[in-house]
């Protein structure tokens, strides 16, 4: 059964940093691409970004420059370096696991996390 975890969210000032992170059970990360995606009250979940199997990373523009997706292939754990934070970044975050096609479409992933708050305060 595949299981993933996210942890690392929390409160922070505009222009801070948080790193979450999503720890996998029962997949390899390395052998799949992995995606974040968030969604704030009100709104539909979107994208933020993808890592491919092969490290090919894709970002949402509204991240893009401000945020790293990358993974620790001995640790199973995939993680969100995000600088620069901005209120409008205020939401809760997910972790996925990515079958096929586009990497923007949550259709085209399978396992969730529960996801972590976080939350930036101007």
């Known amino acids: 059964q595949v299981r993933l975890v996210e942890s690392g969210g929390g409160f922070v000032q505009a222009g801070g940093s948080l790193r979450l992170s999503c720890a996998a059970s029962?997949?390899?990360?390395?052998?799949?691409?992995m995606g974040w995606f968030r969604q704030a009250p009100g709104k539909e979940r979107e994208f933020v970004a993808h890592?491919?199997?092969?490290?090919?990373?894709y970002y949402a523009d509204s991240v893009k420059g401000r945020f790293t997706i990358f993974r620790d292939n001995a640790k199973n754990v995939l993680y969100l370096q995000m600088s620069r934070l901005k209120p409008e970044d205020t939401a809760v975050y997910y972790c996925?696991?990515?079958?096929?096609?586009?990497?923007?479409?949550?259709?085209?992933?399978?396992?969730w996390g529960q996801g972590t708050q976080v939350t930036v305060s101007s």
């Open positions: 029962g997949r390899t990360v390395s052998n799949y691409g």
């Open positions: 890592t491919t199997w092969r490290g090919v990373s």
């Open positions: 996925a696991t990515h079958t096929s096609g586009s990497v923007v479409v949550t259709a085209q992933y399978d396992y």
